[in-house]
């Protein structure tokens, strides 16, 4: 079992950045990737960034150049810095690990981007 414990999230004005933080615990061995996913009101869930245990990182066509993942291993947390954040950004952010096929998800942290 893994637990996933995010924070960082809040409200935001349009231009500015958060970082959001995921610490893991539990059984973290076997996990082979963390990431997030966001999912705006009204809509569904969504892919946002990936990170394998090697380093591999990937972002998704409507964050890249503005998102970036990153991992510190030895504290077993994932972050997520969000630049040059749109009202479009506005969503409940999920983080999430895989392991052996199986997803554990963090709690949901609001971000919201409004004047």
């Known amino acids: 079992q893994v637990q996933l414990v995010e924070s960082g999230g809040g409200l935001v004005q349009p231009g500015g950045s958060l970082r959001l933080s995921c610490a893991a615990s539990g059984s973290i061995f076997s996990i082979n990737v963390m990431g997030w996913y966001r999912q705006p009101p009204g809509n569904q869930r969504e892919l946002v960034a990936t990170?394998?245990?090697?380093?591999?990182?990937n972002v998704v066509d409507s964050v890249k150049g503005r998102f970036t993942i990153s991992r510190d291993n030895a504290k077993n947390t994932v972050y997520l810095q969000m630049n040059s954040l749109k009202p479009e950004d506005t969503a409940v952010y999920y983080c999430?690990?895989?392991?052996?096929?199986?997803?554990?998800w963090g709690q949901g942290t609001q971000v919201t981007v409004s004047s």
């Open positions: 990170i394998t245990n090697g380093g591999s990182t």
């Open positions: 999430y690990a895989v392991k052996r096929n199986t997803p554990s």
